[in-house]
Structures are given as structure tokens and as C-alpha cells.
């Protein structure tokens, strides 16, 4: 696998982001039938930054970034590195959570970097014991 190369632009990272996004969503597993056929199924998957940066674009033959590079473009003075990481985690995001939402996988992915939680509601009642006037209970 290739070494991360910083020689990408903005513009080839956010594109890649919406191939990787593809893949995510088009992807297909095998799954044996109960006649022991093996059929391909639907099963979209949540997108990571760091599969993305380490994994997937090497394996397009692309150049790449590391992600310490990823966290300088978030964190430094180009707008233009800054918008294309803030656009790409923001469609990263929006498919982990309608997957979350609508297919029930990565619940520990979803709570650990979505930030999401369980909350129950609670309906609190304060109960008032009946007052009798008039008579007296020994």
C-alpha cells in the first residue's frame, strides 16, 4: 500500500468523498440462502475518515493525505481546506446517521463519534393523598 502523499488538493479530496460515499452506499455482501445459494444483498455502510484517508484512496491509486494533515486542514488558515473537510465530514455524517437511523448498525459507532445517546422520557407526577374534612381516622 502506498505511503500518504500531501500532494492533493481540496478539490480531488471532496471528490473522492463522493466516490467513497458511492461505494458506501451501493455496497453488497453475500448472503447464503437457505437453498445454500449465495446472493448478493444490499448493506450500506458507514463511512470513516480513517478507512477513507488509509485504506480506500490507496486503493484507487490516488494520492492521499494523513489524517494529522486532515486535522491541520481543519484546524488551519485555508478556507478552502477547511470548507472541503468540513463538507466531507458533513455528507460522512449525514450517511452514518440516516444508517443509524434507518438500519439499526454502528448503535456504538453512532453514540461514540456522532455524539448521539438514549434518553427515556420520564413523566414525573407528584401524588396528593386525599383529603377528608370532617372526619377524623385514629
Known amino acids: 500500500m502506498a505511503t500518504p502523499k500531501t500532494n492533493i488538493t ?3 479530496l471532496e471528490e473522492l468523498s463522493y466516490k467513497y460515499i ?3 452506499i ?3 455482501k453475500e448472503h447464503p440462502t437457505a437453498s445454500g445459494k449465495l446472493v448478493n444483498i444490499s448493506d450500506r455502510q458507514i463511512p470513516t475518515i480513517d478507512y477513507f484517508l488509509k485504506i480506500w484512496i490507496p486503493k484507487q491509486g490516488k494520492p492521499t493525505i494523513c489524517r494529522s494533515t486532515y486535522y491541520n486542514w481543519l484546524n488551519g488558515e485555508d478556507q478552502d481546506k477547511l ?7 458533513g455528507v460522512f455524517k449525514a450517511l452514518a446517521i440516516d ?22 422520557q420520564i413523566e414525573q407526577t407528584t ?9 377524623q381516622i385514629l
Open 83 to 89: 470548507d472541503t473537510i468540513k463538507n466531507i465530514e
Open 99 to 120: 444508517i443509524v437511523a434507518n438500519e439499526g448498525k454502528g448503535i456504538f459507532y453512532a453514540k461514540n463519534r456522532l455524539g448521539m445517546t438514549d434518553k427515556a
Open 26 to 28: 451501493n455496497f453488497k
Open 127 to 135: 401524588f396528593k393523598p386525599f383529603e377528608i374534612t370532617g372526619m
Open 10 to 12: 481540496p478539490e480531488e
Open 22 to 24: 458511492e461505494d458506501c
